[in-house]
C-alpha cells in the first residue's frame, strides 16, 4: 500500500515537474496569449462604450423621426428621410448591428406594405430579426399579408399560422389564425380552415374575432 502510494505522489510530482517546465520553456508565449486575450476583451468592451452605444443612440434619433413620418402616413417620407434625417431605409443600411438598425427593417416592411409594394415588404421583413412577443409575430402577419396580396395564399397561409405559434396572447394569435382560415377558404382546404377558427372559438373568447367565429365555423363545415 505504502508503495502504491509512494509510486503515485512521484507521478503527481512529475507531471507538476513538466507542467513547471512546460511554463518556464513557454513564458514568453504564455504572456504574449494572456495580453492578447486583455486586448481582445478591452477592444470589445471599448467598441460597446465607445462605438456602439453611441451609435444606438444616433440611430434611434433617425428612428424617431422616421417613426412620425410612419404613424402621420408619410410612408414615403419614413422610407427615405430629408435633408436632416435618414428614413427607415438609411437607418437600417447606417446603423448595422444596432437595435434601431434591426427595427428600421420591421417599419419599411410595413411601410413598403402600406404603399403596396409587397416585393420590396417581403424582402425587409424577411430581413428582421425580432425576438419579443408582438413585434415579431405582427412582421411574421404582415409578412403573410404581403404573400396573399402577391397571390401566394398557399405560402401566405403558412406564415400566418407561424405568427400564431410565436405567441399565445388575445391579440395577435386569434388574428393570425383567422386570417391563416381565410387563406386556407381561399385554398378550398374547409378542413385547415375549420381547424383554425375553431381554435380562435375555443382559446381566444376575449379577441375581436371570437364575436364572430360561429359564422366562418359555419362557412368551413359547409364546404366540407
Known amino acids: 500500500m505504502e508503495k502504491q502510494l509512494e509510486e503515485k505522489n512521484t507521478e503527481m ?3 507538476i515537474t513538466r507542467s513547471e517546465e512546460f511554463i518556464q520553456k513557454n513564458q514568453k508565449t504564455l504572456i504574449i496569449i494572456v495580453a492578447a486575450i486583455l486586448v481582445v476583451v478591452l477592444a470589445v468592451f471599448g467598441l460597446r462604450k465607445w462605438y456602439f452605444q453611441p451609435r444606438e443612440v444616433r440611430a434611434a434619433e433617425e428612428m424617431f ?12 417620407k419614413a422610407l427615405n428621410g430629408d435633408d436632416t434625417y435618414r428614413g427607415f431605409l438609411g437607418v437600417a443600411d447606417n446603423y448595422k448591428c444596432t437595435k434601431a438598425g434591426n427595427l428600421a427593417k420591421y417599419y419599411a416592411g410595413a411601410a413598403y406594405l402600406q ?16 425576438k419579443d412577443t408582438f413585434t415579431r409575430p405582427l412582421a411574421e402577419m404582415m409578412l403573410a399579408d404581403a404573400y396573399l396580396e402577391n397571390g401566394e ?3 401566405a397561409a403558412k406564415h400566418y399560422i407561424a405568427a ?6 388575445f391579440i395577435t394569435a386569434p388574428t393570425a389564425l383567422f386570417k391563416a382560415g381565410m387563406a386556407y377558404l381561399m385554398l378550398d382546404d374547409n378542413a385547415k380552415a375549420l381547424e383554425c377558427f375553431q381554435k380562435v372559438k375555443n382559446n ?21
Open 115 to 130: 404603399q403596396g409594394n409587397y416585393d420590396e415588404a417581403i424582402h425587409w421583413l424577411k430581413k428582421y430579426k425580432g
Open 13 to 15: 510530482g512529475n507531471v
Open 204 to 224: 381566444y373568447p376575449e379577441s375581436t374575432e371570437w364575436s364572430e367565429i360561429d359564422k366562418y365555423i359555419a362557412l368551413a363545415e359547409a364546404g366540407k
Open 164 to 169: 400564431a405559434d410565436m405567441a399565445d396572447n
Open 65 to 76: 423621426a422616421a417613426e412620425q413620418w410612419f404613424a402621420q402616413g408619410e410612408f414615403d
Open 153 to 155: 395564399t398557399a405560402t
